[in-house]
């Protein structure tokens, strides 16, 4: 059973997954993987929004070769995407590639999987199986009437199957949908039948707007089913927001602590002051802190004290003002043009 306590541990690098260990958050670069310079920028940044295993494709030699100098620069898990070409999965281990991700049904002939499988075993780099909605079978597609929930779990045990054949188990395994209520379903039914670790994510959710949405309703369903024990935000974006939100999910899921949360008001015919724009400076802001607390940015005095009073800082606008609040306590009143300054001095010294 592939719940998250009770599946196969794997190692990805230094990092550790499945049998109950922290659900780690995935992205994947969109840089050209040939160009070092850009994907380990690229990578940093999302190492520095707390990403914890990257993915780059590997669809050239040169991307291959590119993936070793990029490891040397970066202290993330580095997993190789691969599509078609076995020799690229290859090279990819070869230059050190701390896990690759395949889909077994477009890299060909057995022996090619065999080749790839061979490899991943004598370096024990684990393997990825992914399977995706808008790559299923033809025969799954006519057998089922369609993509569906029970086709794709079919794929995906196929797939484990071949590998398991050639005496393997070092495997993680993906199932991915736009289709958010098909892919629910789909985890739900694989979450029963395999005990290897699930990798979960909406594929082609859509953009930043969009894509958190669906995501978010998705990933909120599934992690909170206890599967999953890798996941990743896929947006048409910047792929910081991807670890943004994956973050955002998992906190508002009591599955992971730390990092500070933002409670705001929606503002009402009371707000005097731009709550709007200061909830939306914080918010930027509290990316900076290593905390776990709660800030409150609420509208007016009114209501404010008494909704801020849960979190650990708060602050209440007033007419042209505002009070800082901390633990329910009313501290003192602050001009509109400073609360921003003083919310940032209060977390530079918050013990
Ligand atoms: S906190 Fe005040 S301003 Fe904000 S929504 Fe409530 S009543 Fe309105």
């Known amino acids: 059973m592939a719940f998250r306590d009770n599946t196969k541990v794997i190692h990805i690098g230094d990092r550790v997954i499945g049998g109950g260990n922290p659900i780690l958050i995935q992205s994947m670069t969109n840089t050209r993987t040939e160009d070092v310079k850009a994907t380990v920028e690229q990578i940093h940044r999302l190492e520095a929004a707390g990403c914890d295993i990257i993915r780059c494709t590997c669809p050239t030699e040169e991307a291959a070769k590119a993936i070793g100098e990029i490891k040397k620069q970066i202290s993330i898990p580095l997993v190789a995407d691969i599509h078609f070409d076995y020799k690229m999965a290859i090279a990819a281990m070869e230059n050190g590639a701390d896990k690759i991700r395949i889909n077994p049904g477009n890299i060909g002939s057995k022996d090619r999987i065999a080749a790839v499988v061979s490899c991943a075993k004598e370096r024990n780099i684990p393997i990825r199986v992914g399977v995706n909605s808008g790559s299923l079978e033809k025969d799954l597609v006519e057998k089922y009437h ?180 901390k633990h329910g306590e009313i501290i003192r009143k602050i001009p509109e043009d400073q609360l921003l300054a003083v919310l940032k001095e209060e977390l530079d010294n918050y013990r």
């Open 146 to 325: 369609g993509v569906t929930a029970e086709g794709l779990v079919e794929s995906a045990l196929d797939k484990i199957g071949i590998i398991e054949d050639l005496g393997y188990d070092n495997m993680v395994v993906s199932i991915k949908s736009s289709n958010v209520m098909l892919c629910v379903k789909a985890h739900e039914l694989l979450a029963k039948q395999c005990a290897y670790p699930l990798h979960v994510g909406i594929t082609e959710a859509g953009t930043v707007y969009g894509g958190n949405i669906k995501s978010s309703v998705g990933l909120g369903i599934i992690l909170n089913e206890g599967i999953g024990d890798t996941i990743r935000v896929s947006l048409s974006g910047d792929p910081v927001e991807e670890i943004k939100t994956a973050k955002m999910i998992l906190r508002t899921l009591d599955i992971r602590k730390g990092g500070i949360e933002v409670i705001a008001c929606p503002t009402c015919g009371r707000t005097r002051i731009d709550l709007i724009g200061l909830a939306n400076q914080v918010e930027t802001l509290v990316q900076n802190y290593d905390l776990d607390i709660k800030v409150a940015v609420m509208g007016c005095a009114v209501n404010g004290p008494g909704e801020a009073k849960e979190a650990d800082i708060g602050i209440a606008g007033g007419d042209g003002e505002g009070l800082l609040i």
